[in-house]
């Protein structure tokens, strides 16, 4: 599986916008960027993926490079609820691929009020 | 989004006994359900693909006996930790996906403390 570089700690403060980056310079054609986050003592939520294009939904925004090798979670303003462990994970759809998730240490967010 | 239960939500248990912990699909047939285990301030490390009617595959360096997984069903897949030790004491997270879905849903997690 390719893997995934992200900051180990942001900060942010309450309000403002956020941007998480994570670089996949090995990244295939076949593989999916996904954002995973998970808040203390819960599993992962799922808060968006892409392949090529920007993608947004209620959660996130996700910006993907021209190359794919790097991308961006925005959260457009962050709120104390938005204090999470955030994982750019890298899913490969291609043929034999076994639909597993391999988290890397992903970056902790704190939101400062 | 999709609902994933697991049960219980933390147990503590004597050494030496084993401990069973499920994963369920609450609102969608899951073909396929992973299993995950989380130690204090590091990230989840996958230990196992259930798919249904057929055997787990086991990640490297996870011993297939100690951690016998079950998945009878398309809405229900087991993990049981046998003979616990207090190395086995850890955050055990499940989660499921349909067939090819883009996304996977996780439970809440279980919290297992061997005395």
């Known amino acids: 599986d390719a893997k995934t570089t992200q900051p180990n700690s942001m900060e942010s403060n309450e309000e403002e916008p956020v941007h998480l980056p994570c670089n996949h310079s090995t990244i295939s054609g076949t593989d999916y960027i996904h954002w995973y986050r998970q808040l203390p003592s819960q599993g992962p939520e799922y808060v968006i993926h892409?392949?090529?294009s920007n993608v947004n939904n209620r959660m996130a925004s996700l910006a993907i490079a021209e190359d794919r090798k790097s991308s961006t979670l925005i959260l457009h303003r962050a709120t104390l609820r938005d204090a999470a462990v955030y994982y750019c994970?890298?899913?490969?759809?291609?043929?034999?691929?076994?639909?597993?998730?391999?988290f890397g240490t992903g970056t902790l967010l704190a939101v400062q009020p | 989004g999709a609902v994933v239960s697991q049960h219980p939500s933390r147990v503590i248990c004597k050494s030496g006994t084993s401990v069973k912990i499920e994963c369920r699909s609450l609102?969608?047939?899951?073909?396929?359900m992973f299993w995950y285990r989380q130690f204090p301030k590091q990230s989840l490390m996958l230990m196992a693909t259930s798919n249904e009617g057929s055997k787990a595959t086991y990640e490297q360096g996870v011993e297939k006996d100690k951690f016998l997984i079950n998945h009878a069903s398309l809405t229900l897949s087991t993990l049981t930790v046998t003979s616990a030790h207090p190395e086995d004491s850890s955050f055990y997270i499940c989660?499921?996906?349909?067939?090819?879905?883009?996304?996977?849903?996780f439970g809440p997690g279980t919290r297992l403390t061997v005395l």
């Open positions: 609102d969608f047939q899951a073909t396929t």
């Open positions: 989660s499921a996906g349909s067939g090819n879905a883009d996304t996977q849903y």
């Open positions: 994970i890298l899913r490969d759809v291609g043929g034999g691929a076994t639909n597993k998730l391999i």
């Open positions: 892409g392949l090529t």
